[in-house]
């Protein structure tokens, strides 16, 4: 049966803010204190999902989390009513509140890890949401993300969504930013190409000195065994500690595949060489196209400054592939004329460059590949997906929604005010009535606050 590739992004919500969360994640640390854009960011967002849609892709759409997260400041001792709460932590503990208040939710690459109905063994659609435990206040999205995708992918006949792996260091997973597959086309069965930045358990292993590895071999090994993948399915990969330790966090930071083509930087793997022959040997149907930017064409720093590997790279056609950039490609002289080169090599299916502008995002470490979850779907299972499909109503919809309650502004003190934290739940509340996906959030069942 035919499949598609569809891709989830998560809407941006209303907190958006840069709070210099994310250590090792430059533009996050470069952009604290910044004052955000959340409408903007927002509807650079649903521009995206507009744009893929309109392109002949099946697009959907991760609902936002509630933030403020009132229940995991309880959690952390925080009492007396909401205000009270609020104002206590942005005294107290102001990091604390930003982390609490993060609208991180928004890049769902780093939602879950998803094995698609040609590679497991009941031919269900597995998804295992990320623990992301290497940052606090990413830790805290696990439970929110199962939730939505329980809502939408409820469907037992075709889905399965498993609970996080344990949430500890040993099991530090980053979700589908660390996640490929490779494969002949959506419907046959891949390759799952699972790059982790550490082995846990071996002190001795090669791993970052100064930044931290946030993706452990423990747990790829652990998703690939819930989603029932055998070893002829899945390679295990070291990202290369150095690249790590210029600041990419995350293998989509530096690598992008599509089918069965690996867009990748040459300092991304350790043992590029075996990496690219096991994938080769292990994937049916296809020869693996492997796609190398040297070094000479454009230094790591350049990669992270411009973002070009956290690109999107979608099927067009069966022949044809398009590159979506981040604006940041067009801003440097070098990226342009690799970009102009790449879509004129006929030894690779790429042959078109979509730009969007995703400055709001970008300045806190994500673009357009971060943005997205991709999920490979048949035609029956993209008619058993509940809801949170993008249609020209939908979109009208959602823009509408944006425009009545996103402020246009956010700085770190606006994180205290009550009325935010009033204006989300007022907005979460009627998305859930727009998406149908029901109470999904804390704050819609009382007693849960
Ligand atoms: N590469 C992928 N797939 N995702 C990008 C995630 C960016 C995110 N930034 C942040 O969480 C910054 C938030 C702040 O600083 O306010 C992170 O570091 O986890």
Redo the contacts with the bound molecule.
């Keep these: 049966m035919k499949a598609f590739e569809v891709n989830f992004d998560g809407l941006v919500g209303p907190t958006h803010?840069?709070?210099?969360?994310?250590y090792g994640?430059v533009a996050?640390e470069r952009h604290?204190n910044l004052i955000a854009q959340p409408r903007t960011a927002a509807l650079q967002g649903l521009t995206k999902m507009k744009a893929l849609s309109d392109m002949g892709l099946v697009q959907g759409l991760l609902p936002p989390h509630e933030r403020p997260h009132m229940p995991t400041l309880r959690a952390l001792g925080f009492t007396g009513t909401e205000a009270q709460m609020l104002a206590k932590a942005a005294q107290e503990a102001p990091t604390l509140l930003?982390a609490v208040s993060?609208a991180?939710p928004m890049?769902t690459?780093?939602a879950a890890t998803v094995s698609s109905s040609a590679d497991t063994p009941d031919r269900k659609v597995h998804f295992t949401p990320a623990n992301l435990n290497a940052?606090f206040?990413?830790s805290i999205e696990h439970p929110g993300t199962g939730r939505a995708l329980r809502a939408i992918f409820a469907n037992e006949e075709h889905f399965v969504v498993h609970n996080a792996v344990p949430s500890c260091p040993h099991f530090g997973d980053?979700g589908a930013?660390n996640h490929t597959r490779l494969c002949a086309s959506y419907d046959s069965p891949a390759v799952e190409l699972y790059v982790y930045g550490q082995i846990a358990l071996n002190a001795e292993a090669p791993r970052p000195m100064k930044y931290p590895a946030r993706q452990t071999l423990e747990s790829c090994q652990a998703i690939a065994r819930l989603h029932g993948l055998q070893e002829h399915q899945v390679v295990f990969a070291q990202q290369n500690p150095a690249v790590i330790d210029q600041g990419v966090?995350?293998n989509?930071?530096i690598a992008v595949g599509n089918r069965n083509v690996l867009f990748y930087h040459e300092e991304a793997f350790l043992n590029t060489d075996e990496v690219l022959a096991e994938i080769d040997r292990k994937l049916v149907g296809a020869d693996l196209i492997p796609v190398c930017i040297t070094n000479d064409e454009l230094s790591v720093a350049e990669a992270i400054a411009s973002y070009l590997f956290?690109s999107q790279l979608i099927s067009l056609d069966d022949d044809n592939m398009a590159l979506i950039v981040p604006k940041e490609c067009e801003d440097s002289t070098t990226v342009r004329q690799l970009l102009d080169r790449l879509v004129q090599d006929t030894s690779n299916p790429i042959n078109k460059v979509v730009v969007m502008d995703l400055k709001q995002s970008m300045r806190?470490?994500?673009?357009p590949?971060?943005l997205r979850l991709r999920v490979a779907l048949n035609e029956q299972e993209i008619q058993a997906v509940s809801n949170c499909i993008i249609t020209p109503a939908l979109f009208e919809d959602l823009t509408a929604w944006v425009e009545k309650h996103y402020r246009d502004e956010l700085a770190q003190q606006d994180l205290a005010d009550p009325s935010l934290l009033n204006e989300s739940r007022t907005a979460l509340d009627e998305l859930t009535r727009i998406l149908g996906v029901g109470s999904i959030y804390d704050f819609q069942h009382p007693g849960m606050r």
């Design positions: 803010n840069y709070a210099g969360l994310s994640n996050s604290q930003s993060s991180s890049w690459a780093n940052k206040h990413r980053e930013a966090f995350h989509d930071v956290n806190n470490g994500g673009g590949a971060c």
